[in-house]
């Protein structure tokens, strides 16, 4: 009962993505008997945290019309910072974290400050934000690869966050109670408060929005600081995932979020688009990400599903328009 | 300073021009003085112009599609789809030599077409276009090679001889090429009717589409010549390099706006400059050598030439905005 | 009748080549409703941007509430309680109906929005204001009417003193007008001045109190509404001496070939089965108010809209005009009445733009014999007198009248029989629109014919031999030039819907 109310809230796009979801893993299940299983699923989950927290933060830029592809990059990047500072400086984990989490947020404020302030085209000036944080990472972490403190030691409990394991083995992938919470809270920001507002109105109608007296400047600056602390916080959820994190990798990673955002009924010109939505986008690519290799094709065919996918679904937008 | 703006000669030729090709020069001073001079050695020259090969073609594709008002963000990686995948046939199917290179040239035009049918027929906004291409070019390159990197035959061997196109016995026959390939997009983008409705419909789409143009077909024929160029783009950096990996090309996207941005090809469209964008290569070339013979390492050149593209392009938006 | 509360005396307002408002009088009082009236460019729309602060003034004062005011931009007017309903709508499509009211002046519930309580305040709003809109439902679903609607609620709910409509019917349905009129009838009991501007004329006998008529700029007088007839205010509007013969007797002989003949042409709300013909060596006038369709006509019948229905035949030939690219095609050029936006490309040359609809004639194999294009738009340089240094000059160097001529002269270049003047003389001095006549005369002259769609009377008269009147989207009338007035034609053009 309370399933079918949660299902009643879905609206078009996102029960249509929805049944994409039970589709595809229906049909994973049916051709390989090993894609049903418990590790499978933990998996699944642990491939998606970092692309969740992604599209979670790319939103919004989104959204505003604009668009922020240097979270790929730039999570690895943070990431890579962080985990520098823990073990070639020696610092707590709490203080690496914070690092990657404020490296996002810095850049969020410079890609803010190109698109809203300086008025560059929001792709252009991401685009070399992301040359810059794919740069600087390596740059200042001296180009090697970094591994956080493993489970294991004392001071990998923060790993524990997305995935719990217990004295005798039992693994409980916790990140998703995390990641839903989170989807919670974040769609409550788009939706009920003056920040999402605002940003589905720059979105909508900037000089309106303008006219009412609002900020502009500010709100759009935000929408790029919210996609660029998500990044970061992705960066946590990569480096707690991941053995060691490779500088130079993350390219590309922007585009299962962004893909995941616009398959799940975010509109590419702006104005339209839920989290709970671009929640459900990103797990359709990140069972592709997983699902593809049980049935026999290689990783990388996902790749290729997620341009063809991402151009269908602007399509399926543009047809709706002409109609 | 107004004096010399105009001046006959330096009006004729251009004002930003011969800045930039100042700022090329000066670059060039400044990292022989820094490197003790050893940055003008022979090895370097031949380094810079490599690079300046591929990118240059890379550079001189997406002109045009700017030149419209568009963008492609793809072209690194399709370049790197193209010499993956005729390499591999090569190399693992004994396809003969010139067919690799004219499937190169061929892969190429594809992702040129798709590109532009979806921009100018169905109206997807470029930048997704970009986004998609790029996933598809790194996803059938990797599929393709099953992610193994790709040899091109180095020199000694039989089927070395493509690597003569970037200089035969020390002779640059790739600048010969690039120069004589520039010449040609400069008339195409001049003289042509091609280049004409591509940078008016750049400038005024709607006005052209009222005088009976189908710019429909010009908008995508500028991302067709793009692709054609981003093909032989590969065939230089494997005549240059010889060693492909799937995965990467995401650099020269980057690379290759800036030069063009840089030589003074508007962003907004309807403005673009072939010399232009050979010199803003060059310097672009000229610094990626540079920063590595400094002694830095790649990662440095992606964040120069990131803080290059945003100032270029600010540059271009500002004053835009100062002429409305 | 209430008391005063904004006067406007002696405002003037010049732009670059025109003197838009010559000390122009204007005074609203409470509770009336104030109807401005006048013809296309009377600056009607641009003293009420000066009142609102979207335009400065060069002299003259505004008093408010008994102070002298200068608002420097809408924002301040606002507060001060001076809302203008605009034409075009500013709304967020994709918001729902009560966060665009209330957009930048949100409710809130610690930090959250109290979108519950936006709804039941835009309830009680639309209750108060006896209008059906669900403030739940988002902006872009709802009609124009009801987008208008909010916006006028917005404008209530902002303790709006004086509230200006900026044509709020062109859009609207006979019943959502009359659900319009409705408020606007509550309004003026809460004793709130309104400025009503508007073509209709059966709405202003229906709603205004007084009406204010203004032309080219000036003041000319004030009216009560109940004491004068359509025909008095018509005399106001159109009361100008035209000093420009008017053509009394069309030249085109009865039996001369029809070249176009257009047949029941329907694209829209603004393309309501309109047929028409056009013969040869004719300037057949379209005349009618702003919105009443002709440029939708011109534009559906060009192919640079799409079209429902109707039928086309040139030179007696059926054909089909599907995109510009066909109506080129078969020998029709189109001159937009934004020339900046559709007819030229300004960041190119005078040599450019004029080859641009007939390139395939300047080329030489692959390429463009630029020599050939440079001669044949220096030819219509000197033919058309077009000023420009040269023919290399940008397009942007040159004044209206000037580019009007290089879009003449790339139809002239393509050998175009049949043209379309969409508003030829708009934003373009005396002297050039001169020349412009007298060059259409030329070309009819030699066998060219052409649709002029002009909302000025004079033009009309003075160049049109035939005229075909429109309003709202239907053809009202054709009149032979000798039968011509200006007040027949305005009597189709504001002809009161049946």
Redesign the interface.
């Given at each position: 009962m309370v399933n079918k109310k949660a299902f009643g809230r879905l609206k078009g796009r996102e029960a249509m993505v929805f049944g994409i979801i039970v589709a595809m893993v229906i049909l994973f299940s049916f051709l390989s008997p090993t894609f049903r299983t418990y590790p499978t699923l933990v998996s699944v989950l642990d491939n998606s945290y970092y692309i969740t927290l992604m599209v979670l933060g790319v939103t919004f830029p989104l959204i505003t019309g604009g668009v922020d592809l240097s979270i790929g990059t730039g999570l690895v990047s943070y990431a890579l910072i962080g985990g520098y500072l823990i073990v070639h400086q020696n610092m707590p984990v709490g203080v690496g974290i914070l690092a990657c989490v404020g490296m996002g947020v810095l850049i969020g404020i410079l890609n803010g400050i190109l698109v809203a302030v300086m008025d560059l085209p929001p792709f252009l000036a991401t685009l070399c934000t992301c040359m810059i944080t794919r740069g600087l990472g390596p740059a200042l972490c001296g180009g090697f690869g970094v591994s956080w403190p493993s489970a294991l030691s004392e001071a990998g409990q923060f790993r524990y966050i997305f995935k719990f394991i217990s004295g005798n083995g039992t693994v409980v992938p916790i990140g998703i109670v995390l990641m839903l919470a989170l989807v919670l809270i974040m769609s409550f920001v788009l939706e009920h408060t003056r920040v999402g507002r605002y940003t589905i109105a720059i979105g909508s109608n900037k000089e309106a929005t303008k006219l009412a007296g609002v900020n502009v400047k500010f709100y759009h600056i935000l929408a790029y600081v919210i996609s660029g602390l998500f990044a970061g916080l992705a960066g946590v959820a990569y480096a707690a995932t991941y053995a060691t994190i490779y500088p130079g990798s993350g390219a590309g990673f922007e585009l299962d979020a962004i893909g995941g955002a616009i398959v799940g009924g975010v509109s590419a010109s702006g104005g339209v688009g839920t989290i709970v939505g671009a929640f459900l986008g990103v797990i359709v690519i990140c069972l592709m990400k997983v699902g593809l290799p049980f049935i026999g094709l290689q990783a990388n065919w996902q790749q290729i599903f997620t341009g063809i996918v991402l151009i269908a679904a602007v399509l399926i937008d543009v047809i709706k328009k002409r109609k | 300073m107004e004096k010399i703006k105009q001046n006959a000669l330096v009006k004729k030729v251009g004002f930003n021009r011969i800045v930039l090709v100042c700022v090329m020069l000066l670059m060039y001073l400044a990292f022989g003085g820094l490197t003790g001079g050893s940055f003008f050695g022979l090895s370097r020259i031949t380094n810079t112009l490599n690079y300046a090969y591929f990118l240059g073609f890379l550079s001189l594709g997406v002109t045009f599609v700017i030149a419209t008002g568009g963008i492609d963000f793809s072209i690194g990686p399709v370049m790197f789809c193209c010499a993956l995948v005729s390499g591999y046939s090569m190399i693992t199917y004994g396809v003969p030599m010139v067919l690799s290179l004219i499937m190169s040239v061929l892969i190429g035009v594809l992702f040129g077409v798709f590109n532009g049918y979806l921009v100018a027929y169905w109206k997807v906004p470029p930048f997704i276009v970009s986004m998609a291409s790029m996933n598809i070019a790194k996803g059938i390159a990797a599929v393709f090679t099953k992610t193994q990197s790709v040899s091109w035959p180095q020199s000694a061997t039989s089927d070395g001889w493509y690597r003569n196109f970037v200089s035969m016995n020390g002779f640059p026959v790739g600048l010969i090429v690039f120069l004589a390939v520039a010449v040609v997009c400069a008339i195409v983008l001049n003289q042509t009717k091609w280049g004409r409705y591509i940078l008016c419909l750049g400038s005024n789409e709607e006005a052209v589409r009222l005088s009976g143009v189908n710019v429909k077909k010009w908008k995508m024929l500028a991302y067709v010549i793009c692709g054609t160029l981003v093909g032989i783009a590969s065939i230089y950096y494997v005549a240059a390099f010889t060693t492909v990996q799937p995965g990467y090309g995401d650099q020269y996207n980057n690379e290759a706006i800036a030069g063009c941005v840089m030589g003074g090809t508007s962003m907004a469209g309807g403005l673009a400059s072939i010399s232009g964008t050979v010199i803003g290569v060059f310097i672009i070339s000229l610094l990626q050598q540079g920063i590595l013979a400094l002694g830095f390492t790649k990662e440095y050149q992606y964040i120069i030439t990131g803080l290059i593209v945003i100032a270029a392009v600010y540059s271009d938006v500002s004053a835009r905005r100062r002429k409305n | 009748m209430g008391d005063i509360i904004l006067t406007m005396k002696d405002i003037d307002k010049s732009f670059p080549g025109v003197h838009a408002l010559d000390h122009v009088n204007l005074e609203i009082r409470k509770g009336e409703v104030l109807a401005l009236m006048g013809e296309n460019g009377a600056g009607k729309s641009t003293l009420m941007k000066v009142l609102t602060g979207i335009y400065k003034k060069d002299s003259g004062v505004i008093t408010y509430e008994g102070k002298e005011v200068e608002f420097k931009n809408?924002?301040e007017a606002q507060d001060a309680g001076i809302i203008i309903v605009h034409q075009e709508l500013?709304?967020?499509?994709?918001?729902s109906v009560a966060?665009n009211l209330f957009?930048?002046?949100?409710f809130?519930k610690g930090?959250?929005?109290d979108?519950k309580k936006m709804n039941e305040e835009a309830k009680k709003l639309f209750d108060r204001l006896n209008v059906d809109i669900d403030p739940a439902e988002t902006m872009a679903n709802l009609t124009v009417g009801k987008q208008q609607m909010c916006e006028i609620a917005k404008a209530v709910s902002f303790d709006a003193k004086v509230i200006i409509f900026d044509e709020p019917s062109a859009a609207l349905t006979e019943s959502e007008i009359e659900e319009m009129f409705k408020i606007i009838r509550d309004l003026k009991k809460r004793d709130i001045a309104m400025v009503y501007i508007s073509h209709r004329m059966d709405e202003i006998k229906v709603i205004t109190d007084r009406v204010t008529v203004m032309r080219d700029g000036t003041y000319v007088g004030t009216l009560i509404t109940k004491e004068s007839t359509k025909e008095d205010i018509i005399n106001m509007m159109v009361g100008r001496v035209i000093y420009e013969d008017p053509k009394t007797q069309s030249a085109v002989p009865k039996n001369a070939p029809v070249v176009l003949k257009v047949e029941h042409l329907k694209a829209g709300k603004m393309v309501q089965d309109v047929s028409f013909e056009l013969r040869k060596g004719e300037i057949l006038g379209f005349s009618g108010l702003m919105g009443a369709g002709r440029t939708e006509t011109a534009r559906a019948l060009?192919g640079?809209d799409p079209k429902e229905s109707g039928n086309i035949y040139v030179n007696g030939t059926k054909v089909v005009i599907n995109s510009?690219?066909d109506?080129?095609?078969y020998g029709i050029g189109?001159l937009?009445e934004d020339r900046k936006?559709?007819?030229?490309?300004?960041?190119?040359t005078v040599a450019?733009n004029t080859t641009?609809?007939s390139?395939?004639n300047f080329?030489n194999g692959?390429?463009?014999n630029?020599k050939k294009e440079k001669n044949v738009a220096q030819k219509y340089v000197e033919a058309l007198a077009t000023k420009t240094p040269d023919v290399d000059q940008l397009v942007v160097n040159l004044s209206g009248g000037n580019q009007q001529k290089v879009v003449i002269a790339?139809w002239l270049t393509?050998d175009c029989d049949i043209l379309i003047f969409d508003e030829p003389t708009r934003g373009i001095d005396v002297g050039a629109k001169n020349e412009i006549y007298k060059l259409m005369n030329r070309l009819v002259a030699e066998g060219k014919s052409i649709i002029m769609i002009s909302s000025e009377m004079t033009e009309i008269l003075r160049m049109s031999d035939r005229i075909v009147v429109m309003c709202e989207g239907k053809k009202t009338g054709e009149l032979d030039i000798s039968e011509a007035k200006q007040e027949n034609i305005m009597n189709l053009a504001t002809r009161e819907i049946e």
């Open positions: - | - | 809408t924002r500013n709304m967020l499509g994709h918001l966060q957009i930048g002046r949100e809130k930090i959250r929005i979108d060009f640079a510009p690219q109506a080129v095609k189109y937009s936006r559709y007819g030229i490309v300004v960041q190119k450019e641009m609809a390139m395939k080329m692959i390429f463009i630029k790339k393509r």
